[in-house]
């Protein structure tokens, strides 16, 4: 259950960009990596509307929503201020260059939100 399962290369990842993993259910995660090369892992879904945030810019450790222009961090999957809500962030564990997430959230696992957090959910 708690195994990690390699995914990919760090430098196979677009930089201030995404790819999308596909899951059986639970909805496809979104793998940012940042101008640093640190890397995060979010449901490809907007709080807002649903929008998909693998599509967004990333800047800084955040990324832009395609759809309405949110910015959600990207550590905590929540929309910054004044905007709110958040959406699952997955684990990620990064090691001589290749990325692992749970292999409990590549089956289909929630993701975990902030304590006290909402996510509007509602596609
Ligand atoms: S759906 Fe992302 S900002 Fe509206």
């Not at 004044?82 to 290749?98: K, N, S, W, Y």
Request: charged content about 20%; proline content about 7%.
């Amino acid at each position: 259950m708690d195994a990690w399962t390699e995914i990919c290369r760090v430098d196979e990842l677009p930089r201030l960009g995404a790819r999308t993993l596909r899951r059986p259910h639970g909805g496809d995660i979104a793998v940012f990596r940042t101008e640093g090369d640190e890397v995060f892992a979010l449901l490809d879904r907007c709080p807002h509307k649903g929008g998909p945030l693998s599509q967004g810019l990333v800047f800084g450790r955040a990324v832009a929503c395609p759809l309405h222009n949110w910015t959600v961090a990207l550590d905590s999957g929540c929309a910054v201020a004044p905007d709110h809500g958040c959406t699952p962030a997955f684990e990620v564990r990064v090691e001589q260059g290749r990325v692992y997430l749970r292999a409990q959230a590549l089956a289909g696992g929630a993701g975990t939100l902030p304590e006290a957090a909402g996510s509007s959910g509602d596609v």
